[in-house]
């Protein structure tokens, strides 16, 4: 019996390695239409600079994203994200001593209550190559608007997610911002301004 278990254990293996073995293709060899965030497979992580030492990592757990893609024209493709500023995640490893993901949301950072959202458009894309590109933008945070640069890297793309069964595109854009040009000035320079955001997420067509 655990033999007759084993064999049919190792076909099934093998029947789900060959359905996950999609073949990725370029990003312009999708359909036109708009793309929404597939949540189970994106992150917002930003770093900022502690006294010099190290590089404090969060991220946010809470965002959406769509893009209006144009296969004909790539570069006038529209992103458009959203992120509730109420979902930072650090990670504190004392949550007895006190709730650092609290604090941040409170008016000296984020100051959640007031701005609860953090919004991104794009304005331009600016295609490099097949694999990488700029996207500029306005982000608009504690109730400022200013424009931005996210370096992309197209990860690639599928006609047909083998999961989803929806055409699907991936990529990951850094951007480095200063978050005193948005009125952030807490603890500068003790606490770096310049911040480094990292997105990195995959986005399926909607029916």
Known sequence: MSQILSKLSFILAILLVSNVNAKIISYDKVP?????????????????????????????????????????DPKSSIVEAEIDSFSIKTEYPYPEQKDFDKKLQGGSWFDSKKFPKIIFKSKRIELINDKNGVMVGNLTFLGVTKEVKLDIVFNGAMTKQPFTKKPTMGFKATAIIKRSDWGMKTYIPKIGDEVKIVFDGEFGMED
């Open 32 to 72: 036109s239409g708009t793309y929404k965030l597939d949540k189970t497979h994106a992150s917002i992580v930003w770093q900022v600079s502690h006294l010099g030492l190290s590089d404090y990592t969060a991220r946010f757990s809470n965002f959406d994203a769509t893009i209006k893609f144009d296969v004909k």
